[in-house]
Structures are given as C-alpha cells and as structure tokens.
C-alpha cells in the first residue's frame, strides 16, 4: 500500500499542472521564459509532482542480470586503437572537465577524509532493470589529479582521438579556489600540448551538487570588485600560449551570467582590464545551463549548448522494471534529446552547440538520480556528426566550436574516458563523427554460427550456389574452429573465423559481430546457423526449410534487390516461421517485456505482434539497432545447459523483428519480397502453442 500523501499534495500538483500548461502557452521568448522557470524552481519546486514510479517485478521474478560484477566489457566493448583524423579537422571540439578527482582540505571537512568524486561513483547501485550501475573507469583507473602524468595521459587520448581542448570547470569564490591544483599543474607543464579554456563555475557550492539555495557549504560572492579580482587570478591562463582562442582572443565561459548582479558591467570591467593588462580582447560565452538570453544583450561574445539542461526529453520511469522498489529518480528517454538538441536551427546570434554521450547522476543523488536511458556510442557519434557536418555547415570554419558535456563527470554519466563496459567506445564514435558520412557496404555479410561443423558444408554449398558477392563470417566455439577451418579449406572458401563461448547459441555472437559489422559499415547481413534442434525428430527439416527460403539461387539477387529498392524493408524471413507472438509466448513473456523496455521499445498488442521464429532471416543491420545499441553483457546470457526454452537468446529470437518494426521498418516474408505466394495458413509444425 502506498503511503497516504500529505493534506493539500494532491491539490498543489493540479495547480502545477495547470500553471505548467498555462506556462507554456504564454507568448514568451526563451530569455524570459527561463527567468521566470529559475525563479520558480529556486522557490516552489515543493509544487512539483515526484516523478512516475517504475514497475515492482512481478512475484517470484528476481533481477534478470545476475548482479555479481560491474567491470564486465560488453559487447560493442572497443579496445585502444590508434587511426587518422582528417587531414582538416572541420570543427574544434571542446570536452568539458571535472578537476574533482583528487583531494582537499574542503571536501575532507565537507564529506569525510580522503573523499574525491570517485567515493560517489564507487557507490553506484542498478536501480532497474539496465541501469548501468556503477560505471567504472579503465585504462586511466581511479586516477589522483595531483599526478601530472594523469592529466599528459588525458591530454594525449584527448588529441588522438579529436578533441581540440579541454574546458576545466573553475571554482573560486571570492578570493578563495577550490581544485585549482590539475589546473596550475596543467599550466606549470609546458609539454601538454592540448589547447584549454576556463569555465568558472559562480554558483554556490551546495550539498545537493545543484548550485542551488539548499544547504549551500561556500557562496558566491559577486561585486565590482570581485570581479576584478577574478580577472586578475585567471590572467595567467589566459595569458597562456595553448589558451583556446577564437578569432584570436582567448576564451573565457561562465556557467551562470544571471547570477552576477549586472552580467554586462562584469563583461566591461573584464574586458577594460584585459586590455589594459596586455590581455588584449578577450572572448566571452556563456552556459546555457538554466538560461538562454541573447548573449549581445549582456555583453558577451556568444553562448554554449549545454544538454541534456534546457531540455525536456520524454520519462519513460513508468515502463521500467525496479530492482530498488524505493527507487524515487526519473529516467528520461536519451534519444529524444539527441534527435531534438540536432535538430534546433541556430539563433541570431552566436551560439556553440553542445553534445552529450549520455547523463546518469545516481552516484550523487542514491535511489534518487535523473537518468537518461538509452544513450549509445552509436547515437552519440551520429549526434555530434550531424552537429558537425549539417548544423554549423552555414557557420564560416574558424567559428565552428562543439562543446562535450563531458570528458569526465563520471558521477553524472557524461564521460568520453575509457570505461570497463565499452572501453574506447565514446572516444571512437568522437573521432568518427570528424569524417564526413559514408554510405554503407554494398556488399552483404553472411554471418553463420557453426556449432554443428558437420552441417557446416550443407549451408556452404547453397552459399556457393546462390552465387553473389559476400563477405563471409563464422563464429563458433574453440572445440570446434578447426574442423570449421577445415571445411573452408575443402570448399576453397575465404572466411573470417571468430571463436566465442558457447553460450548464447547463435543469438550471442551474431549480436557480438553485427555489432562490429554495422561500426564497420556494412548495411545488410544474412544470419544464418547450423541449426539442428536435438530434441526434435525433424529439427534438419526446420533448418533446410529456412535456409532454401532464404538462400535458394533465384531467391538471394532478388531478396538483396528488395532491400536496394525499399530503404524501409528491414528484415526478411522464411514464409511460414513469421508466427503471431501471442500464440508462442513459451517462458518468454516476462523477458520480452523487460527487455523490450531496456531498449526502449512498446510491445504491440500480441494479437498483431509477429516474430520470426528460428532465428534465421535477412536484416538491415540499421533495423538492428534497438538491439545492437543495448550493449549487454555476455554473462546475461544463460550458461549452456540443453534449455529448449525461456533464456534470454529466446527472448531477443522474439524481439528481432519487433525492434526493426518499432523502429518503423516494414518485416516481410521471404516469399513476400520476391512476389510469390504465401503458403496457406495453418499449424505451426515446429512449435507448441503457449
């Protein structure tokens, strides 16, 4: 039973409703309608409902991710690879940096002894099913900022992999700095050879990390002569030979213009002492964080995006699945942020835009987090391309700047460092977003899982037969991989040979290579495996009769040719194995359901609901994505133990084809794309109803 809620609760959240829609109606420019929002969240935020609860697992029904380690690597894991840039970069591209990582005096008293930001990532529990808690760094470990070779370490994966500066968060309050150590450090060592910039963070310090009026540990200070002193402190970094420079002056952000008294006498006074003290001009932006004025109107030079803040992506807490029952955050749907922050026109005036690899602040705010779900390496680097190649496209090239949100804010799950689960992964999907797009491959990939080798050669000689261009990969099990070696050898066929666990059957390690082959470009795959289906009498029949549909000489060219022509076909399967999903549930529906909910999609009302049972079919790899950007973790997958039903590689079987058609991709059958007949309707010979 829910705990009754305090008198006049419920009343207070109907008023905010209706103020909220009355809010948002109002004829308002966005400088004012931000004013107004900051005002009222720093004095009514009480009036705000909580956010929807998250869904108790059903009885008996524990957490489908057996919750043992968070230092896995999972797949789409991408190691440490050294590539070019372009010879041109198109954009500079900014991370922002947390300097939080290494102890003081102030924290110490503040927090405890000793404590530095990893304290709260370390204390990061999973609040739902697919919640990636705690996120844990790599190659760099639990780094100290003290050690300078810390930061040349950074400096040196940030220029590898594209980044052109770092823009460190800077904290001073009055006279007094907080973590300014990396910094003078970073500035004493001439040898890093990584541009920078300062943003100096002039909200108060509080407990709830929101720069907030609650329980606030140092405030700010702002004056005339506060800000004279400031200029005075930074002048050194701005002075500095590797000092981010736009249209030759140095820059310098403010995170929170609207809290200084009169932004624009700040920015004079800045500006006059620059001058003055061989300075010279000076290049001032700020942080959309909370507000979005014209930056002319308070005399700065330009503004910086700064998702996910001044956006409103969709909850979707209601359709998740709680492991913590007294989970209280709110988790947002990441990809509607990224399709909208890219999609914005640029204003009059200049403005920076910003791009976020995703936000999770759990490790600050325990079983209370704002989670952004549904972030992925892919989404991230398709983003930040976009915003490169499309949105600053009108912008001349020495002003093209794109602020990260973050390098390292590894507490609020914005990092582009090397992580345990997908190691490199944020790092590349940087670096690749600086090319300019590529249209896929041309050529399909045939992937066969081979367990049974000795049914390797049947699949090998229709392969052969149905005589187009491929690029062939097998994956199979290390027992295994010579015999399939040497069926290759005998057929004189060229292949790559990938060995995995056995575990997962076929599901696991075509996600394990369709996850690398859609990295790599290539467009469509043709999924097969050696199926037998042991405790079946006519398992071989399940098998020939998918494969011929798929794979018969006058069937291949056409199948390929259909999806040439129909950017929308995503999957094709063997007429007569795409069954409706209510009639063959099995054990599945719990996982189907929860797993439809970690990749962020709606199962549709059964009664129109199909799967294409069996798991072989043609797919474009982009009608995958749903379930090629979860990223899951092999050890999600049941040991083998000859289970004929309700593992996980049964569930996603099912969700093939519900992902492309969720992602409004048309599924058809083999016979469909060629224009033959469908076979007549009737009894499902190789399953039970259930």
């Not at 309050?173 to 943003?199: K, S």
């Not at 093939?656 to 010979?685: I, K, M």
């Amino acid at each position: 039973m829910s705990p009754a809620r305090p008198p006049g609760e419920a009343l207070r959240h109907v008023l905010y409703r209706a103020l909220r829609t009355a809010f948002r109606a109002l004829p308002l420019d966005d400088a004012t309608r931000d004013r107004w929002r900051a005002r009222f969240l720093s004095r009514g935020a009480a009036w705000a409902p909580p956010p929807p609860k998250g869904k108790a697992p059903a009885a008996g029904d524990g957490a489908h991710r057996p919750l043992m380690r968070a230092d896995e690597a999972a797949i789409g894991h991408v190691p440490y690879r050294q590539e070019a840039l372009p010879a041109t970069l198109p954009a500079t591209l900014v991370a922002f940096y947390l300097p939080q990582f290494h102890p003081i005096p102030e924290n110490d008293r503040w927090w405890g002894k000793g404590f530095t930001e990893w304290r709260n990532v370390t204390r990061a529990l999973p609040q739902f099913e697919g919640h990636a808690q705690p996120r844990l760094p790599a190659d760099l470990g639990f780094y100290d900022l003290r050690d300078i070779g810390v930061m040349r370490e950074q400096a040196r994966l940030a220029r590898e992999y594209g980044i052109g500066a770092f823009c460190f968060y800077y904290y001073w309050f009055a006279g007094q700095t907080l973590l300014e150590q990396p910094l003078q450090q970073w500035l004493a060592d001439d040898g890093i050879d990584l541009p920078f910039c300062l943003c100096w963070a002039n909200e108060n310090w509080a407990r709830r990390w929101d720069g907030r009026d609650h329980d606030v540990l140092m405030a700010q200070q702002h004056s005339a002569e506060d800000d004279l002193a400031f200029i005075a402190h930074v002048a050194p970094y701005l002075r500095d030979r590797r000092a981010l420079r736009v249209d030759g002056r140095p820059m310098l952000l403010v995170y929170r213009p609207s809290l200084m008294p009169d932004p624009a006498a700040t920015a004079k006074r800045w500006r006059e002492w620059c001058s003055a003290n061989g300075i010279g001009e000076i290049h001032l932006a700020y942080v959309q964080g909370f507000e979005r004025p014209d930056p002319r109107d308070i005399g700065f030079d330009a503004a910086v995006e700064f998702p996910p803040n001044m956006s409103s992506p969709p909850s979707v807490t209601a359709a998740q699945t709680l492991i913590n029952p007294d989970f209280a955050g709110d988790v947002l749907d990441w990809r509607e942020l990224a399709r909208e922050a890219s999609q914005r026109p640029l204003p009059a005036y200049r403005l920076y835009p910003g791009v976020n690899p995703g936000w999770d602040n759990e490790p600050r705010r325990s079983g209370k987090g704002r989670v952004l779900l549904h972030a992925s390496p892919r989404g991230y680097g398709e983003w930040l391309q976009r915003t490169i190649h499309e949105r600053l496209a009108p912008v001349p090239p020495a002003q093209r700047l794109v602020f990260i949100n973050a390098w390292n804010e590894w507490a609020e799950g914005a990092v582009l460092e090397p992580d345990m689960r997908l190691g490199y992964a944020w790092l590349e999907a940087t670096r690749n977003a600086l090319h300019a797009r590529v249209s896929g491959s041309s050529a399909p990939c045939v992937v066969i899982h081979a367990f049974y080798p000795d049914v390797l050669n049947e699949l090998l000689m229709q392969l052969h037969s149905a005589a187009f261009s491929h690029r062939l990969v097998i994956t199979t099990t290390e027992d295994k991989a010579k015999a399939v070696h040497d069926c290759l050898q005998a057929r004189g066929m060229q292949g790559e040979v990938c060995v995995f666990e056995n575990r997962g059957r076929d599901v696991l390690p075509f996600l394990r290579v369709a996850d690398r082959l859609l990295n790599e470009g290539v467009s469509l795959v043709l999924k097969l495996h050696t199926k037998r289906s042991l405790h079946r009498q006519d398992g071989d029949d399940w098998r020939r009769e998918m494969v011929g549909a798929l794979l018969a000489p006058e069937r291949a060219s056409a199948i390929m040719s259909g999806f040439a022509n129909d950017s929308r076909l995503g999957l094709v399967a063997p007429e007569g194995h795409i069954q409706p999903l209510g009639f063959y549930w099995g054990a599945n529906e719990r996982r189907v359901r929860a797993l439809a909910a970690r990749i962020g999609i709606d199962v549709p009302d059964v009664a129109q609901a199909t799967f294409a049972s069996g798991s072989m079919f043609w797919a474009r790899l982009e009608a995958l994505r749903p379930l090629l950007d979860l990223h899951p973790y092999a050890s999600e997958f049941e040991a083998e133990a000859g289970q004929v039903d309700g593992t996980l590689a049964h569930a996603i079987e099912r969700l093939f084809s519900l992902g492309a058609s969720a992602s409004g991709y048309r599924v058809v059958s083999a016979a469909g794309a060629v224009g033959q007949p469908e076979p007549a309707a009737g009894t499902y010979r190789y399953a039970r109803r259930g």
